[in-house]
């Protein structure tokens, strides 16, 4: 909430400068900008400073900071210069150019430390983005170049200072301050609050386009402020101080609705998309564009269907990468993570879906382990999980891949047979001893037993799995009872 009555009222504040230049004297409304731009960059720079000396921050934060803390102190020192220079101090405009280069260089550069470090594919769509949104701005600037040379008598572009090398020096860091901007606004993931780098990347965006505005002015004749030149300085500005009190804000990897669902992955197209629609106008009125504006457009145009591809790139890995871990989590939900077999709730899901698609008969066997205990006492829980997974693949080399096996917990196992017939019984015997087979466990000999129960239900009697395996496990605690490693059978009363 705080964040908005800020902005709003240094909205309202540029929209009040804008309003009285018109009946203000040319040194009175540069005055007046001057003071407003040099009370809020220095807001801004103490707030930036005293983040730069929070050791709560990372070093790549605190230097951050730090850049952003000097641009502002910069811009402040610059707009208080150039108020010197309006009211008749002569020497002071040329440190100002000076300072507000600084700050045009410093600003980006601060947002770019403020980021996250990119890596492969992510880091060559920055570079790609930057680079398209750069060509698509010089291009911009190309359409209004004759005004970086000031007809005489004519008003400055930027408070007042008409010198064509600064407006060539200040047109190119500010293109690149405004692609760097962009960029960074469209790596903001949707639903976050705003941070920092973020209203720092708008900050910058208002003052480019307020300077490429009021290049425009030159071309036409307007008044320097005309076309709201006047309340941009002065916004920019007051969104800078706005931008010191925030936190810096660190975003995740790339998803794929930040990738193709969020508005503003779309950012970087706007300036490429407003070129093209500025040189297609130019080629309607005269019939011809420059040569240096057609390769710029087509560089960025290039730039742009590259970027499109490593998107699709992008995307493509992490939809196999979210497949993958659909399937991951599919299966850890289905099996035991030690042995990989059904556990017991998936096991009893497909056993009833077996049940209900019809059958001759069905064969349930429930398994128990004799002898496991005191594998876990002597020899230690890890080794007692290596028998369980050894004794689930001696049932699995037995079994049809049409059957069904699971481990219900502990040391206990079920099977479900459909329509075994005498396989059934063989398979009980022969599984007994296959268990008691000696193994290996950890280089210590082992050897385990099983009581096992059997359970049959023929076409008709409507048992359900429940049913069958408490049948079934009934079986297995009378063969406990009988002696163990041995089978026992529960006929149903059908039978």
């Not at 209004?144 to 007809?151: E, G, L």
């Not at 079986?475 to 490693?485: L, R």
């Amino acid at each position: 909430m705080r964040l908005r009555i800020a902005l709003l009222a240094g909205l309202a504040m540029a929209t009040v400068v804008q309003l009285l230049h018109p009946f203000l004297p040319a040194s009175a409304g540069l005055a007046l900008s001057d003071v407003l731009i040099a009370v809020a960059s220095g807001y801004a720079a103490v707030n930036y400073r005293s983040r730069a000396r929070d050791t709560s921050n990372p070093p790549r934060i605190q230097l951050a900071f730090g850049c952003g803390a000097s641009a502002c102190a910069a811009w402040s020192a610059s707009n208080g210069l150039f108020l010197l220079s309006v009211l008749g101090v002569s020497w002071a405009a040329s440190p100002a150019v000076v300072l507000s280069t600084v700050a045009a260089v410093l600003v980006p550069l601060s947002i770019v430390l403020a980021g996250p470090r990119l890596r492969g594919i992510a880091a060559a769509r920055w570079l790609i983005d930057l680079a398209a949104v750069s060509g698509a701005f010089f291009a911009l600037v190309g359409e209004f170049m004759p005004v970086i040379a000031p007809a005489a008598g004519g008003e400055a572009a930027f408070a007042g200072a008409a010198f064509t090398g600064y407006a060539l020096t200040i047109v190119v860091v500010l293109g690149f301050g405004a692609a760097v901007a962009l960029v960074t606004l469209a790596g903001s993931e949707p639903g976050r609050r705003a941070s920092a780098q973020q209203l720092l990347a708008f900050a910058a965006l208002v003052l480019a386009v307020t300077l490429l505005v009021s290049l425009r002015n030159d071309v036409a004749g307007q008044p320097w402020y005309a076309n709201g030149v006047g309340a941009g300085y002065v916004l920019g500005a007051f969104v800078m101080a706005a931008s010191s009190k925030l936190a810096v804000s660190r975003p995740g990897a790339d998803g794929v609705e930040r990738l193709v669902f969020s508005p503003w992955a779309l950012l970087p197209y706007i300036p490429v998309a407003t070129a093209v629609g500025v040189a297609a106008g130019r080629q309607l009125t005269d019939g011809e564009l420059d040569p240096v504006l057609v390769w710029l457009l087509l560089s960025s145009f290039s730039l742009v269907l590259l970027r499109q591809f490593l998107t699709l790139v992008t995307v493509g890995r992490l939809t196999v990468t979210l497949e993958q871990q659909r399937e991951a989590l599919a299966y850890q939900a289905h099996h035991d993570p030690h042995t990989g077999l059904l556990n017991r709730s998936a096991f009893d899901s497909r056993a009833a879906a077996r049940l209900s698609a019809g059958y001759l008969e069905a064969c349930a066997i429930v398994i128990d382990l004799d002898g496991f205990k005191p594998v876990n006492d002597t020899l230690g829980h890890a080794a007692g999980d290596d028998v369980l997974v050894t004794i689930a693949h001696r049932l699995t080399a037995e079994l049809r891949g049409t059957d069904l096996v699971s481990r219900c917990g502990g040391d206990e196992f079920a099977i479900l047979l459909i329509d075994a017939g005498p396989r059934a019984g063989v398979l009980a015997e022969r599984l007994l001893r296959r268990i008691a087979q000696p193994m290996m466990i950890q280089g210590h000999p082992v050897k385990v037993s099983a009581s096992i129960g059997v359970a049959v239900t023929r076409r008709g009697e409507r048992v359900g799995i429940s049913e069958l395996l408490r049948q079934a496990d009934s079986a297995m605690y009378a063969a406990k009872a009988a002696g163990k490693s041995t089978v026992s059978r529960h006929e149903s009363s059908a039978a």
